[in-house]
C-alpha cells in the first residue's frame, strides 16, 4: 500500500499571463485530514480544481495510491474516487433532495427512475450522516445551511477515497459543524483522504493531522498540526507577524443618523416589530443565530422585503425604501450574505461589476457611457482594495472568493453610501484579508458613515463594533454596549424568544 494516497508534484497554473500555482506540491495520507491554507488568491481553489479535473494544470503530475493520472472533468473524478464540495453551492434547487444527490446516476428499473430506491438509499445515507431531512423535500424549501449538508451527503455517496471540502462550514450553525466532524471522523476511520480547506483557525487545531501552507501560488510548507501554532500560521501565510486580529476602533460616533420604527416585514421569515437608532459613524452588531433574521432585516432596510408595518428615518426625516433602487438613491448600500448568487456577475468583467451599481453617473450627455472614467473608477478600486486580478478586463468568477467581496465592497463605495448594511462581510476570506475589511470598515465608519454588519463570529463582532443587537426568532432580544458585553450574554440574548431547543438548530 502507498504512503499517500494522493500526492500532486510540481503543479504550476496560468492565466491570462499570470502564474497564480508555481511549482506546489501536496502529500495525503490515507485516513488523515490534510487542511490547505492561505490567503484568498494563494491558490488553494485552483490546486483543487486541477485536481477535479476542472482546469487543465500547464505543468504537474497527480498520483492516486502510487498510480499517475488526469482527471478529464469532475464527472471522471467522481468516478474516480475523488470528489469536492465547493465553497459556493451548484444545485438544482427546483428538484428534490434526492434528485440532487443521485443526479446523473439515478437508480433505475427498466427504463424508469427507481424513486423508492433512490428514497431508500438516500434515506440510509442520511442514517449514517446523522442527518434529519426528507429527502422528497425540494431544496429551495432549505436553508443554505441546510443545502450545505446535503452538498457534503452526496460527496460522501460516491464512495471517494479522496474528498475535498472548500470552506465546508462557511454556513453551518455550531450544532451542523460538530456534526460535520463527527462525518468526517468516520471517513478518516474508513481510510478517506479528506482536503480541507478553512480560514478558521479553531477548526483548523480541532480536525487537522497535518496543514500546508501556500502563499502566492507557492509552497510554503507542511507540518503536523501538533508543531503548530495560530501565530505560526499566519506567519506562513501572510508572510509577516500578524500580531492583533482587530485595527483599534478610532471612529467615534455622533448624532442619531437613522431611525427604525415597529418594523414588521409582511412575508415568512417575518421579522417583528424592529425599533432601535444608528448614529452617524457608529459600527452597530447585527448578532443572532441562524434562522433569527439577521439577514431578513438588512433587506427589508434596503427594499428587498415587502414590510407590513414601520417606518425608517433619515436624520429625522420619514423615507421610503419601498424598492432597492428607492434604497440606493437614499444613500443605502447592501452587501448581501450569498456573494456568488446575489452579489457577482459572474461573467461579466471587474468593470461590470465594480461600476453597475453607479452606472447612471457614467453618462455623458448624449446618454452614452464613458468607458474612460469607469476604467479609472475600477482601477482605484483595484489599487485600494488591493485586489489581485491580471487587468480590469477579468471575468470576476476567475477572481478567488475575498477578491470577488472585494469587488462588491469597492462596487458600493462608488455609490458613496452613508448607510452601509453589510451581510456577512468577511465569509470566505482568509485573516490577512479579514483585517484590511475591518479597517476599511472603520475608516468608513470614522468619515462619518454609519455601518450595520450582520456576522456569525462573535469575536469578530466585539472586535470592531460599538454596539450590537441581538436578534432572536424575528425579534430584537436587545441592544448592548460592545465594550461592556461578552459571548455568553450575546449567546443568552439570541435564544430569549426560542421555544425550544430545535429551533436553536435552524
Partial sequence: MAEYLLTIKDLSKSFSGIKVLDNVHLNVRPGTVHSLMGENGAGKSTMMKCLFGIYRQDTGEFFLEGEKFNFFDPKHALENGVSMVHQELNQVTQRSISDNIWLGRYPQRGIFVDEKSMYRETKALFTKLGI???????????????????????????????????????????NEVKMLFEIIRVLKNQGVGVIYISHKMDEIFEVSDEVTVLRDGQYIGTEGIGDLTMEKIVSMMVGRDLNHRFPPTTNEPGEVHMEVKNLTTKYPPIVRDINFKLRRGEILGIAGLVGAGR?????????????????????????????????????????TEERRSTGIYPVADITFNSTIANVRSYRNKFGLLVDRAMDEDTDKQIKSMRIKTPHRREQIRNLSGGNQQKVIIGRWLLTDPDILLLDEPTRGIDVGAKFEIYQLIIDLASSGKS????????????????????????????????????QTEIFHLAMKYLTNSKEAEV
Fill in 295 to 335: 439577514t431578513e432585516l438588512v433587506e427589508s432596510l434596503f427594499g428587498e422585503r415587502t414590510l407590513e408595518s414601520g417606518e425608517i428615518y433619515i436624520d429625522g426625516k420619514l423615507i421610503n425604501n419601498s424598492t432597492s433602487q428607492k434604497a440606493i438613491n437614499n444613500h443605502f448600500a447592501l452587501l
Fill in 451 to 486: 455601518v450595520i454588519v450582520v456576522s456569525s463570529e462573535m469575536p469578530e463582532l466585539i472586535g470592531i463594533t460599538n454596539r450590537i443587537m441581538v436578534m432572536s426568532n424575528g425579534r430584537m432580544a436587545g441592544i448592548l454596549e460592545t465594550e461592556k458585553t461578552d
Fill in 132 to 174: 434529519h431531512l426528507d429527502p422528497n423535500l425540494k431544496l429551495q424549501t432549505l436553508s443554505v445551511s441546510q443545502r450545505q449538508m446535503v452538498e457534503i451527503a452526496k460527496a460522501v455517496s460516491y464512495n471517494a477515497k479522496i474528498i475535498v471540502l472548500d470552506e465546508p462550514t462557511s454556513s453551518l450553525t455550531e
